[in-house]
């Protein structure tokens, strides 16, 4: 049994996530700072945030609250990602994608447990 949410797979591939966004997000361009760099930056925190609150509630209702939410703010990254691969297609986000996919089918897996 892990000892800390540090631990787990699908929080250390969401940290790794977050930080894959924030620089990517670095690249956008200035006027998108309040906009999609701040929403897509919110959502990967969220789920790492989701996963870690998740991780030291003692009721399996409660644990998979924050699960559901953390999967939430995937799925709204996932569209965010869409999106800006549109608006700014000049940048790399494959590291990104992958990342969101493993993390997605961990949450999805513990979700339906």
Known sequence: MSKSFR???VWQKSRDLTIVIYKITNNFPQSELYGL???????AISISSNI??????FHNKEK????AV???SGSELESQLEIAKILF???DYEEAGDLL???MKILNSFLNK
């Open 7 to 9: 631990d787990l797979i």
């Open 37 to 43: 760099t701040s929403q897509m930056r919110r959502a």
């Open 52 to 57: 870690a609150e998740s991780y030291n509630r």
């Open 64 to 67: 998979k609250q924050f699960l």
């Open 70 to 72: 953390a999967f939430g």
């Open 89 to 91: 297609s000049k940048i």
């Open 101 to 103: 996919e493993e993390v």
